[in-house]
């Protein structure tokens, strides 16, 4: 008895899994040094932080998890960096719970390589919880919103904090967002009530929403996923974990693209096929 | 010990693809853990953060940040109120007294709605809209950025026209032929606009006008006080092409950010295999 003639369209999906695997794995092995083309909203917020002047207070707000520590946490990392690089102080803000910890493993090792010192230059002010309501009370006073660091230190014994009363003290604010709270909150809570100027980075999956406040000039740059995190290490001149997964995320969009025309083929043979059949018959 | 706590990720990692291949025991641990594990640590840190500081120590300390107040006073019925009304969400358990739960989560959606109107509106709205009087010059032309204003009034004059003069008032109604006008003035805007660009468009102007064009063509797909017929069909079916597209863009962004979140995993895999080879020497 003759087998069942193999059809594309019932292939077996893990077979789809593996090659995506193989896809991943392979340029991570063997980087293959793609170019990485920067694209404008992550042009405007590197000129715009390069606008700051040296010894500014700028502000990191931090709100993701773990799970998006692969798109976000480079993007963290290289805005440090360009702050340090550029001289520029930290006061890091999280509204949401898991941040704190993931700030402070990128902050630590930065802060040592840069010479800079807690409490003068950076500050981990950790989580509050309240999402617009905390955003509101920064407006007012971040001192009483945020009355101890992460550590629990007061706030009135942190150096730093003593030039910070609220937004007005602050040159920028960078929002590093997985979610609500996030980006959309700080747009309508802090750069539309206090005029503060912006920049976000986002995951992938939320960037779309968020490009209409770039093009409206909400937001001075947005960086959009892991490649608008490796469009910003390539203009800060420090490639990392971004930039190395590129490749990576090239070669599977390829592969992608692949299915998807190839899908529509069959698709498409698959009508003409029916097409023929009563004929045929 | 950092080794240790690495190879309980990187197994509890491959379990979780595990199921990838087919759901098994491996999965369900992992799965289960990851549960009970996120559960806890936000069950302690919303404790600490929100029920603690603003309602324990407050009512039952009688200390704010540490600040002791009165019992009775100001500040304690501040804090014992809206712990109050926080319990009364539970009532939604005890179906015969379930109603009054709605008098917190009435108090709490007022609340969240009246921050949220005014930002909202400034942010997503007046904004956008502002962002949406472009210059089809190319350049920061005031001129033309008044156009662009003239055009998106006109439009709305001669959507109003349709719905509501035409509709219920009457051709013959002097509104009507007020509203007659004003089609014509966006017509004879159109031809102004079509010259202006074949005379000295750029790439600018054009991405300007491809922008309002999907604009006004999105809004109408939305528009379902009026059959898709005519003008407004034409123009609603120009949005669909323009919403497949941001459909399409955020499809590639999607698929972008899953496949960070593998790669992310795979490097960490790769690390680990690589503190393995160390350990080992091999």
């Not at chain 1, 390069?50 to 773990?66: K, N, Q, R, T, W």
């Not at chain 1, 950076?122 to 617009?132: D, E, K, P, Q, T």
């Not at chain 1, 904090?161 to 609500?180: C, K, L, P, R, W």
């Not at chain 2, 009054?100 to 509106?121: E, F, H, T």
Request: proline share 6%; aromatic share 12%; glycine share 12%.
């Amino acid at each position: 008895m003759a087998g069942k003639p193999f059809d594309i369209r019932n292939i077996d999906r893990r077979i789809i899994f593996t090659l995506i695997f193989v896809a991943v794995v392979w340029p991570l092995l063997q980087p293959m040094s793609l170019p990485i083309d920067v694209s404008p909203p992550v042009q405007t917020l590197y000129d715009a932080i390069e606008a700051i002047p040296e010894g500014s207070i700028v502000m990191l707000g931090a709100d993701y998890s773990p799970d998006t520590m692969p798109e976000l946490q480079p993007m963290v990392d290289t805005f440090i960096r360009h702050a340090f690089e550029r001289d520029l102080r930290i006061v890091v803000a999280c509204l949401w719970p898991a941040s704190p910890p993931l700030v402070e493993t990128a902050i630590g090792p930065l802060a040592e390589e840069y010479g800079k010192e807690y409490g003068i230059d950076y500050v981990n002010l950790g989580y509050m919880a309240g999402g617009i309501v905390t955003l509101l009370g920064m407006g007012a006073s971040i001192p009483n919103t945020y009355p101890s660091d992460y550590g629990g230190t007061p706030v009135g014994e942190i150096p730093l904090m003593q030039e910070v009363e609220n937004f007005d003290d602050i040159a920028f604010v960078m929002e590093v967002s997985a979610g609500t709270p996030g980006t959309r909150e700080w747009v309508q809570q802090v750069q539309g009530r206090y005029r503060v100027a912006l920049g976000s980075g986002t995951t992938a999956v939320g960037a779309p929403n968020f490009y209409p406040y770039v093009q409206s000039g909400q937001l001075s740059g947005l960086l959009g996923g892991l490649k608008g995190a490796a469009e910003y290490e390539t203009l800060v001149g420090h490639p990392g974990d971004a930039t190395k997964g590129m490749d990576a995320q090239s070669v599977v969009h390829a592969l992608v693209v692949a299915f998807i025309l190839l899908g529509n083929v069959v698709y498409l043979l698959s009508l003409r096929s029916k097409g023929r059949a009563p004929a045929e018959a | 010990m950092t080794f240790i706590w690495t190879t309980i990720g990187a197994i509890l990692t491959l379990s979780i693809y595990s199921f990838l291949y087919k759901d098994n025991p491996f999965y369900k641990f992992a799965e289960h853990l990851v549960v009970g594990v996120s559960a806890g640590y936000y069950l302690v840190i919303y404790y600490f953060n929100y029920i603690h500081p603003n309602v324990f120590s407050p009512v039952f300390l009688l200390e704010i940040g540490g600040e002791p107040i009165g019992f009775g006073s100001f500040l304690w019925w501040m804090a014992l109120i809206p712990g109050l009304l926080g319990v009364l969400l539970y009532a939604r358990f005890f179906p015969k007294i379930a109603w009054v739960g709605r008098w917190a989560l009435g108090i709490y959606v007022g609340g969240y709605a009246g921050l949220g109107l005014s930002p909202v509106m400034q942010a997503r709205v007046i904004e956008q809209l502002r962002a949406n009087a472009l210059s089809v010059a190319g350049v920061e032309d005031p001129f033309a950025a008044m156009t662009n204003l003239a055009l998106a009034v006109g439009i709305f004059a001669a959507m109003i026209y349709l719905l509501v003069v035409k509709r219920n008032l009457g051709a013959k109604n002097p509104l009507a032929k007020v509203g007659v006008l004003v089609v014509s003035a966006v017509i004879a805007y159109g031809g102004w606009l079509v010259l202006s660009l074949i005379s000295s468009a750029g790439v600018v102007s054009l991405t300007n006008i491809l922008l309002v064009i999907g604009l006004l063509g999105t809004l109408s797909y939305f528009f379902f006080s009026m059959k898709h017929k005519g003008i407004l069909g034409g123009l609603a079916r120009v949005g669909i092409v323009f919403l497949m597209v941001g459909f399409g863009a955020s499809f590639g962004y999607t698929v972008m950010s899953r496949i960070s979140l593998l790669i992310g995993r795979v490097g960490f895999l790769i690390d680990w295999v690589g503190q393995i080879r160390g350990i080992f020497g091999a």
